[in-house]
């Protein structure tokens, strides 16, 4: 019998076929190089109904096997409201993205939406849409989201330590 997750973490971003698909399966690729893939639950979605069903932007695909990572099974799709109680950690691509989920957000999941590169602050605060430019813009993206899922997976980790009611016992 398969132990349910305990951790859920959902990306966000605007169609959800660039950024959000790229840093969900870069975090699942580092989950499983951590051996916490069967503990934590990753997912992405778009703040927007532009691209539901589609897979993600071939160039973003084309990015992550070149190292080592497929992101072929994932379809895009809308944030919906039972994500807020669904996710344990629901991680914005931009200040546009991190507005609108707090206006979606009902007031006792606010805690959980925060933005993604608050995980790798070196980079700023916003992670740049490819989708316009060229590839050099999905070697950035990729960059940012190797940084924040080394620090993700470190956080998950402690989480996932954590005893569930604050108190440690033997």
Known sequence: ??????FSVLMVCTGNICRSPTADGLL??????????ERVRVDSAGTHDYHIGDPPD????????????????????QVTKRDFAAFDLIL?????????????????????????????????????????????????VWRMCEAASRALVEEIRCRLRAPADGISGN
């Open 58 to 77: 071939p160039r973003s695909c084309a990015t992550a096997k070149a190292y080592g990572v497929d992101l072929g099974s994932l379809r895009a799709r």
């Open 28 to 37: 699942r690729h580092a989950l499983v190089e951590a051996g916490l893939s």
């Open 92 to 140: 914005a691509m931009d200040e546009g993205h991190l507005a609108l989920l707090q206006r979606a957000c009902p007031q006792q999941h606010r805690h959980k939406v925060k933005l993604y590169l608050d995980y790798a602050p070196q980079f700023g605060r916003i992670v740049p849409d490819p989708y316009y430019g060229g590839q050099d813009g999905f070697e950035a």
């Open 1 to 6: 019998m398969t132990t349910p997750p305990l």
